[in-house]
């Protein structure tokens, strides 16, 4: 089964802090995004990255950086959280076609 | 730009009866069309998808969608609820924006189904 795996399912952080949220696909995909669900807002794209050391922002990328350095792996970066970024944050990958996969989501809380 | 609206907040309907959830989308071009579930702190699992070819798509566990593009509308059905259908239902559009491709999706909608 293919797969896409999120670090932690429960994060608390701290205003201020730095906080790194980790996505690995064993899928070969060039494609990986970041989505953040919100109750009421759906899912919004915060970035995505369409192969290695490639990077493109989505709809709310203020606030957040990636970084994409393996293939494999595509890290989310909140430079310094706050509590607005309080949210539920899921990965997916996509290879060529159309089939997307997601990771079961990182529930970040910042307090 | 590319957009997906989901009237309802949430849809309830007593097992055994059909469901509808209702999804609009607005698109240039042709439109790629996506249903996804996710149930509690779980991550979206794929249910169909309308890409081209029949109007009415079937997908994973029953359900099936209708691509009606007069209406501009990709509802998602099933003839028969069931208690564990009650999730969170997305529905999406994927979009093609300066060369790359990304899903857009609706505010959500969620179904209860009651015994």
């Known amino acids: 089964d293919v797969k896409v795996t999120q670090s932690s399912r429960y994060l608390v952080k701290r205003t201020g802090e730095k906080v790194f949220l980790e996505c690995v696909q064993d899928?070969?995909?060039?494609?990986m995004f970041w989505y953040r669900q919100d109750p009421g807002l759906g899912l919004r794209l915060i970035y995505f990255?369409?192969?290695?050391?490639?990077?493109e922002k989505g709809d709310i990328p203020e606030g957040y950086s990636v970084s994409r350095e393996k293939k494999e792996r595509f890290s989310l970066i909140l430079e310094s959280a706050s509590t607005n970024q309080t949210s539920m944050y899921l990965c997916?990958?996509?290879?060529?076609?159309?089939?997307?996969?997601f990771g079961s989501g990182t529930r970040l809380t910042v307090v | 730009a590319q957009s997906v609206a989901q009237p309802e907040d949430q849809v309830n309907v007593a097992e055994g009866n059909p469901l509808t959830v209702k999804c609009t989308y607005s698109?240039?071009?042709?439109?790629?069309l996506f249903w996804y579930v996710q149930y509690p702190n779980r991550g979206l699992q794929f249910l169909l998808k309308?890409?081209?070819?029949?109007?009415l798509v079937k997908g994973s566990y029953g359900f099936e969608a209708e691509f009606n593009k007069s209406q501009t509308s990709f509802h998602l059905k099933k003839p028969s609820a069931l208690v564990s259908d009650s999730a969170l239902y997305f529905c999406?559009?994927?979009?093609?924006?300066?060369?790359?491709?990304?899903?857009?999706f609706g505010t959500g909608t969620r179904l209860l189904v009651s015994p």
């Open positions: 997916a990958s996509r290879g060529r076609g159309w089939g997307y996969t």
């Open positions: 899928m070969d995909h060039e494609n």
């Open positions: 990255s369409y192969d290695v050391k490639m990077k």
């Open positions: 698109v240039s071009g042709n439109p790629y």
């Open positions: 309308y890409i081209t070819g029949d109007n």
């Open positions: 999406a559009v994927a979009a093609v924006n300066t060369g790359f491709q990304k899903l857009v």
